[in-house]
C-alpha cells in the first residue's frame, strides 16, 4: 500500500541523514518521497486538508 512504501522511504530518509550520508543520496531519497506523498494525494479518495480543518459552518438565524 501507499502508506507503508511512505513510511519506509521516509524511514529510509531519516537513517541517511542520521548517518551523514552523501548529500546525493539523501537528497535522491528526498526527491522519491516526495514522489510519493504526490501520489498519495492525487488518489480520488483523499480528503483535502482544507475540509478536515475548517469545514463549513452554518450560519445563526
Do not use: F, G
Not at 513510511?7 to 516526495?34: H, P, Q
Request: charged content about 45%.
Amino acid at each position: 500500500m501507499l502508506n507503508d512504501e511512505i513510511c519506509k522511504k521516509r524511514d529510509e530518509l531519516n537513517k541517511s541523514i542520521e548517518n551523514n550520508e552523501d548529500y546525493d543520496k539523501i537528497y535522491k531519497i528526498s526527491v522519491e518521497l516526495d514522489e510519493l506523498i504526490a501520489k498519495y494525494y492525487m488518489q480520488p479518495n483523499i480528503c483535502k486538508t482544507s475540509e478536515k480543518v475548517a469545514p463549513k459552518r452554518k450560519k445563526k438565524k
